[in-house]
Structures are given as C-alpha cells and as structure tokens.
C-alpha cells in the first residue's frame, strides 16, 4: 500500500497523481490521502504541489477526456470530502486505462464503479450549488460605486464564480466574499475581462478581508433594494400561492444574504 | 395622462409588474453569449433563475409592461380598456435604469418586456423597439431580452425588433379560433398567426446567413414562444395539445406555456372556479408537453377523440404505459434509447447514462437507483438481465392499484400537493365534488380507458 499525502488543493492532487505515474506504483495498491490518519504497513509519501507536474496532468485530462469532463474534475474537487481524492485518482485511471481517444468526453460514463459514481456525485452536487449561486448571488453597492456580494457555499465554489461574473461584469470593480473560507475573489475593471485574483485564508488573512470590506454602501442602494423587494413582493400570483414549492427550488440556507426575504 | 407623468418609479413598478405577472414566459434559455469588455451582461444556455415567488414560478427576467393603458377589451385581461384599474406607462430611461441596477446587483438575468395596446398595434410595438434600442446601444446593455411581438403590428417594426433581442413570443391566448372570437373580441387568429410565421421565416433566414458571414446580426437568436390560457373556456386536453404539437411542428417554436385561468374580472362569459385554478390540470399538459419534445411521444398516442382529458391519477406517461403492457417489460441492458425513454420513472438523463453506462458493465437494480432510476415507479415496467425486481404482476389493474396507491401517500402527504388540488379538475367538466371525482377517476382507470 502507498499512501500519498495531499493538501485540499486541484494542484497537491494533480500533482499526486502524477506521481504515482512517475514512480511506477500498481494503481490498485495507491490511497490519495487528504487527512493525517496513520495506516498500517504502508509507505507513506508527502506530495508538495508542483506546478510542472499538475500542468503535465491538466493538459493529459483536458486531451483525453475534453474539456466538460476536465471541468466536471474539477467541480468534484471543490467538494468538501476527504475521500475526494481518491474517487478523483480512481476514475482518472480508470479513464486512462482506456486506448487513446475511446475516452473521449466518456470518463464518468462507467458509473456502473462506486469510486467513479462517487466522483460524480460530488461533482454534481458541486454544479448544482455553483448554478444556484450564480443566481442567488447579490451585489450590493458600496461608496464608490465597487460591488460587494457575501455567500456560504458548501463547495469551495469561488473560482467558477468569479469566472462567471468577470465575463459578465466586465466593466465592474467588484468582490466576491466567501464568508465561511475567509477568502474573496477580487475583480478589477481596469485590466480586462479575465483578470481577478483570489486574497485571504485560513486564519489572520481571512479576518484581514473581513476587515477590509466593511465599506459604506452607495446612496442609491437602499433605493433599488427597496425597488426589488416591491417587484418580487408583486410578481407572485397570490390564487397560486405555495410556499412548499418556493422552499424546494430556493431552500432556505441561501436566503441569508439575499436581498428580498 | 399629465397624473400618469407625476408618479413615482416605485409606484409605477407596483401597478406595471401586478399587471405583467399573468404572462408566463419567464424562462431565460437558449442563448451562449460571451460577455464583451465595455459592456455589460452575458447570456448562458441553460438560462438562470434568480428567485422564485411566493407562487413557487422563477423570477428570472424583470417581467414589466411598458404601460397598461389598452384599447383592447380583452375578458379575461386585468388591463382591459373597461376596468377602472390605476394606469401608468414608464418611460424608455426609467426601464433603461431599472434594467441595468438591477442587473448589475445580480437581481435579474434581463428583461421582459410587454405592453398594453396604446393607440395602436404598430405605435405601441414601435414604442418598444425604441425602448429596447436605447437599452443595447446607449446603456450597453448585453444581458438576455424577450418581448412580446404586438399581433397587427407592421411587420418591418417587428423586423427591427427581432436583430434587437434574444426571444420574441406572440400570445396566441386560447387554444381555438371560437375561443378567442368570444373572449378577446379585438384579437384575430390570422393576426396572431401572421407574426409567429415572420419570427420564424426570419429565424431560417438568420440560420443561413449565419453559416456564410458569421458575424451577421442575430435575429432572435433563442427561438420563439407562446402561451395559452388553460380552462378559460371548454376547449379539452386534447384539442389543447395538439394544437401545441403543431405549434411545434409548423412554426418550430421552443416552447408552449400554458397558464391555469386565474379569474381576475367579474364576467359572465368567464367560468366561475370555485376550487381556483385549474393547477392540475395545467401540470398534466406540462407533463405531456415535455413528453412531446423529449421523448418522442406523439399527441394521438397520449389522448385521443373518445378520451379526451388527462388521467387525474396517473401522470401521462403511466397512463400510456399502463394501457400498452404488451410493451413491457423492458430489459435495461438491452432496450433502444428510444424504448427506455417510454419507460415511468425513467428520464432523458437516466436514460443517457443507462446506454453509457451498460458498455461496461451488466446494470442490476442498485445500479439504477445511482444512476437516477425512480425504481417506485419503474419497477413494475423493467427486468435487469431478465429478472424483476419483486415478483410482480404484468396486470394493469394490479400496476395502477400499485402506482396510485402510492401516488396517494404522495400527493396527500408531505411535498405540499393538497386535497384540495384535486378537486381543481372539477371545471374541466366533470360534474361532483372531489371525492367521487377520484373515487370515479380511480374506477376508470382500473377499468381501463372507458
């Protein structure tokens, strides 16, 4: 048994993998291990993340299986599980395992395999919840005219977020803050649609983003506010009214930080 | 009109969205495009919901009209010329504004836009292909747009309006030309017609001009759609449905939206609902509606002349599946695509990965429940490697008493579904209360299709 160590990030995994390629390992007899849990008779390796590598295992992916199935990996990796990396690395061989190009946009259609059902669960949800906040998200805007949103997500959702928003938002200046992670995605107008970066961590620097973004908001924000609470309150048939239904498409945990409930 | 000039956007808003919320579109699909630096807004395929009212439909595009003032005497329309309801009308800048606020602070996906008839079709449509010009070049608007075509407008105006927006959607109100000559005296079958097939010509036109010059202007790039008017007067599913499968046959539109008639004027040529809206029955045309462009179904399949309404109990595709057992069962690891499809409790994505997912490897009962299988409702219709997954009857008395069984505990029971949804049947004809309705339903449908 050969136990590789990783942190919780898309490049300590890749990296990992690649590893495993690297130095030869039989694939069935490898863990990929996000936690610090000690295991009997195996030789343990600590995989520090390296950007040649998991760039190396990036393009594979991305020529092997095309891009949705890349995106998909991705997605699976931002879930909050300890297991991820495992279920990614299994299907991921199991994928490669397959002649050049039968993989083609296929790497999670054996689903028939619990490692690679698991991947594409987590992967699932992980859309799921980044199509909910693309919707849900809410801008507000602050003193100069900067926009300001706070959410929770489970999934460290804040990369595909702010992708989303830097294409359509391309003229703004705004600030994606992921609450719970202490971390926030920071977008500027002035150097074009794509460019944002991520700030904060664990600890000192996700209190130091708090800290940061506690900005008066703009003159008119109360005004459209109230302008949206009015619309939302009109727009709703009342013979059709059912609650039920509003709490099942829009459940509860995402109301916290959304401007009409 | 000088007190109209006076009011507040809020109010105006208020009295303009209450007036706009019986339209159903509100979906804001079938668009990919990239954002573009100086602009603002992208649009995504899949369409995004941004809320959901307390009705349970999707806020997903600011749905306003431009004005409620109409010439029109519509019965069933709140903003007919007779009602003394507030009137208001915004200017092109103040929906210009309100669009682009609300758009930036994530709120909405874009904009809906209708109108009420001022002075006339032509004028009116004008009114809103200049509002809609002012939003993409002065604002920079490039979000997603639907407007409504106004039906008698000059058709060059429509033309223009089409290279503005992403969806246009003529209403064609109720199902029969008899329908709408009682009820909307002002409106003309061919009127409305005529405006559907130029959006479309126009679409085929655009298609090809496309293939050669690929940054030809877009004409309506995400399709066109239309509504009806469910139980406003005795028009049955039948005659409903295909009208709605030759809508999506002769004029391809993408989609059909039917709305549950909601009685907001006192009119005697209205029907009276005791029971509200008829929900169920709307969510049964919806049911059989998907069963039209995803799974091959057609509308002479699913209804016909001698039964001419939907199962009350059974959703459409167990009422058809419970009628043709000599179908059945079918062998998951074997069936066509097409077959499985036809399977209650299979849908188009489990059905995708059941043909994906059988290449590798024998699919047994566990399997399918991972892959999205409602075994609850599948199972009596499926063998996996030539076994089923209780012994069960081939009986299509023993399968219904089995599925609506079932179906009871649901619906009485915890996903919100009431009693009292049930009994909204009830103005589609069927005499009694809502206890012999079921209770009679039940017997049909265990006697089979009487």
């Not at chain 2, 639907?146 to 407008?153: D, E, L, M, R, T």
């Not at chain 2, 479309?200 to 298609?207: D, F, K, L, P, Y």
């Not at chain 2, 030759?246 to 029907?271: C, H, I, M, T």
């Not at chain 2, 059905?351 to 490897?361: L, M, P, Q, T």
């Amino acid at each position: 048994m050969y136990v590789y160590r990783c942190e919780d990030t898309l490049e300590s995994i890749f990296t990992a993998i690649y590893r495993v390629y690297e130095e030869h390992r039989p694939k069935d007899e490898v863990l990929l291990a996000l936690d610090e849990e000690p295991r009997l008779f195996a030789e343990e390796m600590i995989v520090t993340a390296d950007q040649e590598r998991s760039g190396k295992v990036v393009r594979t992916l991305c020529r092997r299986f095309g891009m949705e199935d890349y995106e998909r990996i991705c997605f699976a990796l931002t879930a909050e599980d300890v297991e991820k990396a495992q279920a990614v690395y299994r299907t991921v061989v199991s994928g490669l395992a397959l002649r050049e190009g039968a993989g083609y946009g296929r790497l999670f259609e054996g689903l028939g395999d619990a490692q690679v059902c698991k991947a594409f669960k987590l992967a699932r949800s992980a859309e799921r919840e980044c199509c909910h906040l693309e919707g849900f998200l809410r801008f507000e805007e602050l003193e100069k005219g900067a926009l300001y949103a706070q959410a929770e997500p489970k999934n460290n959702l804040l990369p595909f977020l702010m992708a989303h928003f830097a294409d359509r938002f391309p003229e703004e200046n705004f600030l994606i803050h992921d609450v719970g992670r202490g971390i926030a995605g920071v977008h500027y107008r002035q150097t074009g649609p794509e460019a944002w970066v991520l700030i904060g961590g664990k600890g000192e620097k996700g209190a130091a983003v708090t800290k940061g973004v506690e900005a008066a908001l703009s003159e008119s924000e109360l005004y459209y506010r109230s302008l949206f609470r009015r619309f939302c309150g009109e727009i709703g048939i009342r013979e059709r009214a059912n609650e039920a239904l509003q709490r099942n498409l829009l459940p509860l945990h995402f109301r916290k930080y959304m401007t009409e409930f | 009109m000088a007190e109209v000039g006076k009011m507040s956007v809020m109010e105006k808003l208020k009295i303009l969205t209450d007036a706009a919320k019986y339209d159903v579109a509100c979906t804001s699909s079938g668009v990919d495009r990239r954002g573009k630096a100086g602009k603002l807004g992208n649009c995504v395929a899949a369409g995004i919901c941004h809320s959901f009212a307390g009705d349970g439909r999707c806020i997903s595009l600011l749905k306003i009209l431009l004005t409620n003032e109409c010439i029109y005497d519509c019965k069933y329309c709140l903003n007919r010329r007779s009602n003394d309801v507030p009137r208001a009308m915004f200017t092109p800048e103040e929906i210009c504004e309100l669009t682009i606020q609300f758009y930036r602070r994530n709120y909405i996906e874009g904009l809906f836009l209708s109108s009420g008839i001022v002075q006339s079709p032509t004028f009116t449509m004008e009114l809103i292909c200049r509002t809609i010009y002012l939003l993409r070049t002065k604002y920079g608007f490039n979000g997603y747009i639907h407007v409504k075509a106004i039906p008698g407008a000059d058709g060059e105006v429509i033309r223009q309006t089409g290279f503005l927006v992403d969806r246009m959607s003529v209403n064609l109100e109720l199902p029969t030309a008899d329908g709408l000559r009682n009820l909307a005296p002002n409106k003309h079958r061919k009127n409305i017609l005529a405006p559907m097939r130029q959006i479309q010509n126009g679409i085929t036109q655009n298609r090809s001009e496309v293939a050669v010059y690929r940054h030809a202007p877009a004409f309506v790039s995400g399709g066109q759609s239309t509504q009806m008017i469910v139980g406003a007067t005795n028009e049955n599913d039948y005659q409903i449905l295909n009208v709605a499968e030759s809508l999506y046959q002769k004029f391809e539109l993408k989609r059909v939206f039917y709305s549950a008639f909601v009685r907001v004027n006192e009119d005697k040529s209205l029907p009276v609902l005791p029971g509200g809206p008829p929900l169920l029955r709307e969510h049964r045309l919806y049911q059989a509606d998907w069963l039209l462009r995803f799974y091959g179904f057609r509308a002479q399949e699913l209804l016909s002349e001698r039964r001419p309404f939907f199962n009350v109990m059974l959703d459409p595709k167990e009422d058809w599946a419970v009628g043709h057992l000599e179908e059945f069962p079918v062998e998951i690891n074997r069936a066509p695509y097409e077959k499985l499809l036809r399977v209650p409790g299979i849908g188009v994505q489990s059905a995708r990965r059941i043909v994906a997912a059988r290449r590798s490897c024998n699919l047994d009962f566990e399997n399918l429940k991972k892959l999205g299988v409602v075994l609850k409702r599948a199972l009596y219709f499926i063998t996996c490697s030539g076994k089923m997954m209780y012994p069960t009857k081939l009986e299509e008395d023993y399968i219904v008493r089995q599925l609506t069984e079932k179906e009871q505990r649901i619906r009485f029971g915890s996903d919100g579904m009431t009693y009292r949804q049930m009994s909204l049947f009830d103005d589609a004809g069927f005499a009694g209360n809502a206890e012999v309705i079921s209770a009679q339903e039940k017997w049909q449908t265990a006697m089979g299709q009487l």
